[in-house]
């Protein structure tokens, strides 16, 4: 994994060179700052004054990064670009996602293979077994290297590259940012929300979503790695508002339901199961006895699978199989971000427990 230089304008050079090896990219200068392009069109530069790696998306993804606090407006002598978003801390993990997306925003294609992810350390699902036994702050403390070196940096390493894969395999607009807060969880359970809940997770999450509300709020893919086992699975968290309105609608649409219908039932008979409900009774204007039922009673809703940890998991071939594996779970993403994805500026929402079914 890179190191982070204390030169940005090196680090980007540096995470820049593995991008030169698509044709139409290649260096250049904008403004007097060094950039890179992709054919006619910039996508990506260092600004030197502020330090900062500047990347061009879409306005709504830009909105987005500012709101979620990742990037600041780029606004030289107080004109902004509104499509570019200035990044200041050389984060190797972060810039590299985010020049790749700007890249494909450009309309060019990331290389392969150049995103260092070699697979998880065996080590690492020895801790979570280990935290199974003992779930304490000391146990957690004595091996916070295992978990670190074996499972948190991999994991970073993971999300840049299985992004553009899902994108491509499972559902068109998903996407992966390798940080807490995006694809990435805490190991400690926060307990303000769920006091009863033991003090560290036993498991590994990754989340990959589409749309502009972020993971906790838009639907997505789950990837969850525990000592044995991976979980495997798509949905959306517990809805509210004008989207869960938008959802019940979609429910009373018998052509959509028979939609949801095809998407769900294969994953169900391979073995998968639906999230928990979150009422017990079905919302007025659906039929208790009719197919719409068993999805209206629950405000989010959640298809997984759980299978027997692959040999791939400790190699760089994880991606690969996690792409495919997720390949059945497609229909359903896209019914719910056809259904209640957001669109538009980002809403920064108060955080809620995770939904029934994800924890």
């Keep these: 994994m890179l190191g982070v230089p204390v030169d940005g304008e090196s680090l980007f050079w540096e995470l820049v060179e593995p991008l030169l090896s698509n044709a ?141 894969r899902l994108a491509e395999r499972v559902a068109p607009g998903v996407r992966g940012e390798p940080r807490v807060g995006g694809s990435l969880f805490r190991l400690a359970n926060d307990l303000r929300f769920q006091p009863g809940r033991p003090p560290y997770k036993t498991h590994l999450d990754l989340v990959f979503w589409a749309g502009v509300g972020g993971p906790r709020t838009d639907p997505g893919l789950v990837i969850r790695l525990t000592a044995a086992e991976v979980l495997l699975g798509a949905g959306v968290p517990a809805l509210s508002g004008a989207r869960l309105r938008r959802y019940r609608e979609c429910l009373r649409d018998a052509d959509r339901v028979t939609a ?72 359903l993403l896209r019914w719910l971000v056809a259904a209640v994805a957001t669109a538009g500026p980002a809403v920064r929402t108060r955080r809620t427990p995770p939904a029934a079914g994800t924890r």
């Excluded at 902004?80 to 978003?85: G, V």
């Excluded at 998968?272 to 006895?289: D, F, K, W």
């Excluded at 989010?300 to 199989?321: D, I, K, M, N």
């Design 24 to 164: 139409g990219v290649s260096p250049s200068t904008m403004m007097g700052l060094p950039c890179v392009r992709y054919e006619s069109s910039f996508f990506a530069a260092f600004d030197r004054r502020g330090r900062a790696l500047l990347i061009k998306l879409a306005r709504p993804r830009v909105l987005a990064l500012i709101e979620d606090g990742t990037g600041v407006p780029f606004a030289p002598a107080g004109r902004t670009f509104r499509e570019w978003l200035a990044v200041p801390d050389p984060d190797p993990m972060l810039w590299r996602a985010l020049l790749s997306e700007a890249l494909t925003f450009a309309g060019g294609t990331a290389p392969a293979g150049g995103d260092g992810f070699a697979g998880f350390g065996t080590e690492g699902f020895a801790f979570l077994a280990g935290l199974e036994r003992d779930n304490s702050k000391a146990f957690a403390d004595q091996h916070r290297a295992v978990y670190r070196d074996a499972l948190a940096e991999p994991s970073k390493a993971f999300v840049v590259a299985a992004g553009a």
């Design 260 to 331: 949801l219908d095809r998407a769900v039932e294969p994953v169900l008979a391979a073995g998968g199961e639906l999230s928990e409900p979150s009422r017990v009774r079905v919302p007025a204007g659906i039929e208790p006895a009719g197919p719409a039922a068993r999805y209206a009673v629950r405000d989010g809703l959640y298809v997984t699978r759980r299978q027997p940890l692959p040999s791939e998991v400790t190699t760089p071939a994880f991606v690969g199989w996690c792409a495919e594996a997720l390949v059945p779970f497609g229909p």
